[in-house]
């Protein structure tokens, strides 16, 4: 089984920063992109940003030149450092890791969330 946990959310103030974190554990043979979603109320799940294992980024054009994603491969960490955050920012963020477990093939797991606030 894989589990991932988030942490770093809060409440902060516009113009603020926060650092989210989501570390993989379990039975993990490899990990192939891990990214970051993020879900404000009645609305659907979007992609804020994700990376391969090789470092290759992408990102939401909404938080390009705010936001910058990284991972430590070591150990199966991604970070979103947030920075000049808006009030528009205000959501659940989610983890997503595409992991092969078993050496049989990649699956997706989620983690549970973390709130993100941003006051303006």
């Known amino acids: 089984q894989v589990q991932l946990e988030e942490s770093g959310g809060g409440l902060v103030q516009a113009g603020g920063s926060l650092r989210l974190s989501c570390a993989a554990s379990g039975t993990i043979f490899s990990i192939n992109t891990m990214g970051w979603y993020r879900q404000a109320s009645a609305f659907t799940r979007e992609s804020v940003a994700d990376?391969?294992?090789?470092?290759?980024?992408n990102y939401a054009d909404s938080v390009k030149g705010r936001f910058t994603i990284s991972r430590d491969n070591a150990k199966n960490t991604v970070f979103l450092q947030m920075n000049s955050l808006k009030s528009e920012d205000t959501a659940v963020y989610y983890c997503?890791?595409?992991?092969?477990?078993?050496?049989?093939?990649?699956?997706?797991?989620w983690g549970q969330g973390t709130q993100v606030t941003v006051s303006s």
């Open positions: 997503k890791a595409i992991v092969d477990p078993y050496r049989s093939g990649y699956r997706q797991y």
């Open positions: 990376i391969t294992s090789g470092g290759r980024t």
